[in-house]
């Protein structure tokens, strides 16, 4: 017995140790695709954001077509009369020109042609625009002048936009805050055959719209959808806080009676995927810790015992 308990330990110590060597290489995986996704998007505007003498300047080129400046945005050139995408393309590059000569004009070219395949309804155009009024980059900070282009994207079919427009609206600060609005773009995006289940991260929309329609939270409550949300989220991406919510809402009887049973099972689901498929998530060993800590104190609330404890506590065990 005394030998196969220092195996076990000696196990244990193994796979905790190739744990966080694995946390760590994914740690700066996160760090180095998050700084590449800066570099791309930031850091040519950086220089520029705090030219504060051509800020209205900045702001006048891109009310053109938010319907605010009226006109034409400047003197036409060759890229104003190619295709959108080529306009956003040739755009960004006037910025990241702008960036490294300091020269405003570059900036206010660069935005005015942004601002044209926006408003020729090319939605990644108008995703970045937008993006420039809800961080107050180039342009005043303007929150529903942001989130009225982002809809304009979103409109388009652009996953991106429609996730991010979800988002904003349901956690949002008070004056763009509407979760009734966040609950329609949940939906759509859910709907949307472009959006691809990692890259737009589906498995935290069904997350969040099961929240919402278990709460009746900008919606009529309708436990059951929040149920099957909550299911497609567990089984299609082994999501652990999924997992979490499915024990949780048959320990509480959300769909209308208490289910022991199926509790139990979709908790100890929820700690084999916060062990194993944390990182995955981006979900930190701390935070995954935690919540399997809590998940093993509600299954000896709803009873746990014997077989069904002692597993719980060794799955916790190899986290520690």
Same mark, same amino acid.
């Given at each position: 017995?005394?030998?196969?308990?220092?195996?076990?330990?000696?196990?244990?110590?193994?796979?905790?140790?190739? &744990?966080?060597?694995?946390?760590?290489f994914m740690n700066a995986?996160?760090?180095?695709?998050?700084?590449?996704?800066?570099?791309?998007?930031?850091?040519?505007?950086?220089?520029?954001?705090?030219?504060?003498?051509?800020?209205?300047?900045?702001?006048?080129?891109?009310?053109?077509?938010?319907?605010?400046?009226?006109?034409?945005?400047?003197?036409?050139?060759?890229?104003? !009369?190619?295709?959108?995408?080529?306009?956003?393309?040739?755009?960004?590059?006037?910025?990241?020109?702008?960036?490294g000569s300091g020269q405003?004009?570059?900036?206010?070219?660069?935005?005015?042609?942004?601002?044209?395949?926006?408003?020729?309804?090319?939605?990644?155009?108008?995703?970045?625009?937008?993006?420039?009024?809800?961080?107050?980059?180039?342009?005043?900070?303007?929150?529903?002048?942001?989130?009225?282009?982002?809809?304009?994207?979103?409109?388009?079919?652009?996953?991106?936009?429609?996730?991010?427009?979800?988002?904003?609206?349901?956690? =949002?600060?008070?004056?763009?805050?509407?979760?009734?609005?966040?609950?329609?773009?949940?939906?759509?995006?859910?709907?949307?055959?472009?959006?691809?289940?990692?890259? !737009?991260?589906?498995?935290?929309?069904?997350?969040?719209? $099961?929240?919402?329609?278990?709460?009746? &939270?900008?919606?009529?409550?309708?436990?059951?959808?929040?149920?099957?949300?909550?299911?497609?989220? $567990?089984?299609?991406?082994?999501?652990?806080?999924?997992?979490?919510?499915?024990?949780?809402?048959?320990?509480?009887?959300?769909?209308?009676?208490?289910?022991?049973?199926?509790?139990?099972?979709?908790?100890?689901?929820?700690?084999?995927?916060?062990?194993?498929?944390?990182?995955?998530?981006?979900?930190?060993?701390?935070?995954?810790?935690?919540?399997?800590?809590?998940?093993?104190?509600?299954?000896?609330?709803? =009873?746990?015992?014997g077989n069904t404890l002692?597993?719980?506590?060794?799955?916790?065990?190899?986290?520690?």
């Amino acid at each position: 017995m005394d030998a196969a308990l220092l195996i076990f330990g000696a196990c244990a110590v193994f796979v905790r140790v190739l &744990l966080t060597i694995l946390e760590t290489f994914m740690n700066a995986f996160i760090w180095v695709r998050r700084m590449a996704i800066l570099a791309a998007l930031v850091l040519p505007l950086i220089p520029l954001s705090s030219e504060a003498a051509g800020t209205n300047q900045h702001l006048s080129a891109l009310d053109t077509w938010n319907g605010v400046g009226g006109g034409s945005p400047g003197a036409m050139s060759l890229e104003h !009369d190619a295709d959108p995408m080529s306009r956003f393309v040739a755009g960004r590059r006037y910025l990241i020109g702008a960036a490294g000569s300091g020269q405003d004009k570059l900036a206010e070219k660069g935005l005015a042609l942004i601002a044209s395949a926006a408003r020729d309804g090319f939605a990644p155009a108008a995703r970045f625009a937008g993006s420039l009024y809800l961080e107050g980059m180039l342009v005043p900070r303007d929150l529903p002048r942001g989130v009225g282009l982002l809809t304009m994207a979103a409109d388009a079919g652009d996953p991106e936009s429609q996730r991010e427009l979800g988002d904003l609206l349901a956690d =949002g600060e008070a004056q763009i805050r509407d979760l009734g609005k966040a609950v329609h773009w949940y939906r759509t995006v859910l709907n949307n055959p472009a959006a691809d289940p990692s890259r !737009d991260r589906l498995f935290e929309v069904q997350m969040r719209l $099961a929240t919402l329609l278990a709460e009746g &939270l900008g919606t009529p409550a309708d436990p059951d959808a929040a149920l099957t949300l909550w299911q497609q989220a $567990a089984t299609d991406s082994n999501y652990p806080p999924a997992w979490h919510a499915l024990g949780d809402a048959h320990a509480s009887g959300l769909a209308g009676k208490v289910d022991t049973k199926a509790a139990m099972k979709a908790y100890h689901k929820a700690l084999h995927a916060y062990s194993t498929g944390g990182l995955k998530f981006q979900i930190g060993r701390h935070t995954a810790l935690k919540e399997s800590e809590r998940i093993v104190e509600q299954m000896v609330s709803l =009873g746990a015992k014997g077989n069904t404890l002692k597993k719980a506590r060794a799955q916790l065990a190899l986290m520690n």
